[in-house]
Each structure stands twice: as C-alpha cells, then as structure tokens.
C-alpha cells in the first residue's frame, strides 16, 4: 500500500534534522524512501558529517527538471511550542511540527510523488537535490549544484520548494554576513596611549559601515524589492569587559543584501578597503593589533525574468495565473541559476510561519503541491524542451 504524503511527512518531522548537527539519520530515512524509486546519490562533505542527495529518475543524458530543497531546520531551544515540534500533530486541517512549512512539507510532497514520476520519466528525467546547512547560509548546497550542474544533460528547469503559498517566484537578494574581529592592546584606562582600543576602532569602522548603508539608498534600483535598494545592516556589536580596561577585543556582525545586477562586489571591495584604514589606525597604536574578516554566508541573488519560458512552465503546472513575484527571504535558487540552470520558487506553506513555535502547514497547502507534482508527472512523459523552451 502506498504511504500518504502526510504519513511521510510525519517521518520526516520526527527526524530533528538541526543545521549545523549530523544529518545521517534524515538522508537514511530519505534514501530509503527514495531507494525503490529513483538512483540514490550521496555527496558527503569533506569531513563525513553531512551528506547531501541527489535522487535521479529517468535518463540522465537528457535534460530534466530539478526539484530542489534542504532538509535541515532551525533549533527550538526558548520557543513556546504548545505541541512536540518534532512529532506531527493534526489540529484540524492544520499539520504541526517543525519544518512543516520550511520545508519538510515539500520534501514530503516529493517523495510521495516519486512512483509517479518513475513511472512516467521516460523521456524527461527528474532530480531531487536535498542539501543540508541551509539555515545556516547555504552551506551545504556547493557541491549540490555542482553536481547537478555536472549532469550529462543540464537541466532545463530547477524548482525550489520553499514556501511561498505555491506562488510563483522569480528573483530575490543576493546576501553576505561577515564578522569582524578587532583585537588590540589592553592596558589601564588612565594610560590609553599606551594600548590599541577594540572598541574604539570598531565603533568607528561601523559608523564608516553605517553611512555606506546610507550611500547605497541612492545606488542601484530594483522597483521590484522592498527596498528597491542593496542593504548593508550592522546585526552586532560586542566588545569590552570593565570600564577601567582598554579592551584589547571587539567582535562586529554585519550583512549585506544586494539586488540582482547591483555592484555587490564593488561593495564589498569599498568594505575591505574601510576595514583595510581601520586596521591600519589600530596597528599604529600596537603593531601586533589586527581586525579580521571572516565570512559567515553567502549565496548569490536571483534574477529570473518574468517572461522566460521556465517560469511559464511552472506557472502552468500551479495553475498561478499572476506574473511570477519576488521574494524577501533568499533560497539556494541563486546558486542553481548561477550555474545556469532556469530557476524558480515554488512551494506549499507560508515563510511567515516558518523558525517560530507551532510552525505549522495546511493539508489544502500539501494537497495543492502534490497536485502541481502530479502535473509535472504528466509533463515529463514528453521531451522537456517540448513543454519548457517554447
Ligand atoms: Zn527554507
């Protein structure tokens, strides 16, 4: 007897699957799932504590659909959840737990798709790509894409499932995070020259932070993001311990989220060269002071265009008749249209609900994704360039 989306669901969400944890226990139960269906690929990482999966359907010298998702979550410690978030619990037509939303809800959907698409993938093949650390910065999606975009036949079509109440959705920000790191001489507070201050040289190279922020309202325009503009925002600042110490260490978190075709790079240039003058000052005060930078994310931005035949295609297969929209939040679609793979947003469940207590997924909202899975089913018994390049 074949199991129920929610069923699988329910296996899923029992898993805790944490990012930035082991993730052997969910890419068992998935492999397992997936095993009589589909060729199961593991691409472990460089140390073996993560693995992601590739499951292909069908023949992989022909180019195929990606259907792409993470599987892992993020924590639960300090949420209020009134039910267990790691068993499914049915309160009406509502299904709870978390990851139901984001986005172990369309993993669930596609698993139950796949005897469907093996029975049909003759002539369209179908990939599953499930990475791993996506809450964490897209970590675990490198070697993913690569693979995918390493296939004998690049796919013609990639879609990711996070929630976006099954709308179709065409671009988003690109995103960096980085820390820095100033560490400099303590000493007394009454004997000042005689140490290198952290806090200060911190405090300002975040003001020099604050007004590129303000530089880059008038930069680059994108009318289709809120705000129309690339963002750099400062998350955190940390440093000191007593008020009679020089701080010798300060630690500044900061972010920036570009628009698609926007000079992230330049930005980013224009931001070394500003941590470049501030760890300059604080090494003539003590020369074996430094800032360091560290990179803690990045994933590139997403820039579908409206009209290309991809986002057509899956504008069918949901039946959504508006024209595709952007999204606030970033996914791994940027690395897969990097690797010049047509890629859209699509899946069940709402962001906004998503990293809070009682995450949860409507079963009208599963039901809508396997409908639009069934579709694609029915699509891929046919050529791919048939029914996407038209
Ligand atoms: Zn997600």
Redesign the pocket.
């Known amino acids: 007897m074949q199991v129920t989306v929610e069923e699988i669901l329910g296996k899923l969400i029992s898993v805790s699957s944490i990012a930035d944890t082991p993730n052997e226990e969910i890419v068992a139960r998935i492999a397992a799932m997936a095993a009589p269906f589909a060729r199961v690929r593991r691409l472990p990482d460089a140390v073996g504590r993560k693995t992601a999966l590739l499951l292909s359907i069908g023949p992989d010298d022909r180019p195929g659909i990606v259907l792409s998702a ?1 599987t892992d979550v993020v924590a639960v410690e300090g949420q209020p959840w009134t039910s267990d978030p790691f068993a499914l619990t049915a309160r009406g037509e509502r299904l709870f737990g978390r990851g139901t939303s ?2 172990k809800g369309f993993v669930a959907c596609v698993l139950g798709a796949l005897p469907a698409f093996a029975a049909a993938a003759g002539a369209t093949p179908v990939h599953v790509a499930l990475s791993y650390d ?2 964490i910065g897209c970590k675990g999606a490198a070697d993913l894409v690569a693979a995918v975009a390493a296939l004998p036949a690049r796919p013609l079509l990639c879609i990711v499932g ?2 976006t109440g099954m709308k179709v959705k065409r671009a988003h920000k690109g995103k960096g995070a980085w820390r820095l790191t100033a560490l400099g001489r303590t000493g007394h507070s009454a004997l000042p020259h005689q140490a290198a201050n952290a806090v200060t040289a911190l405090a300002r190279l975040a003001a020099r932070l604050a007004d590129l922020a303000d530089a880059l309202k008038d930069g680059p325009q994108d009318a289709a993001f809120d705000p129309p503009y690339a963002t750099l925002h400062l998350g955190s600042l940390h440093g000191g311990g007593a008020l009679n110490v020089v701080a010798d260490r300060a630690v500044l978190e900061f972010e920036l989220r570009s628009i698609p075709g926007g000079d992230a790079a330049g930005v980013f240039r224009h931001i070394e060269a500003l941590v470049a003058q501030a760890r300059a000052g604080l090494k003539a005060q003590a020369e074996e002071a430094d800032i360091l930078l560290e990179e803690l994310c990045a994933y590139p931005a997403l820039a579908t265009p409206a009209d290309a035949p991809a986002a057509a295609a899956v504008a069918r297969l949901c039946g959504d008749n508006d024209a595709p929209g952007t999204l606030a939040f970033g ?1 791994e679609a940027g690395l897969y249209a990097q690797a010049g793979i047509p890629t859209l947003v699509c899946g069940p469940g709402d ?1 906004a609900r ?1 990293h809070k207590a009682d995450e949860w997924i409507g079963r009208d909202e599963l039901a809508a994704c396997t409908g639009m899975l069934a579709r694609l089913a029915e699509a891929i018994r046919r050529p791919a360039p048939e029914w996407i390049v038209r």
């Open positions: 993470h984001d986005m996506e809450e996070e929630p996914t962001i998503a």
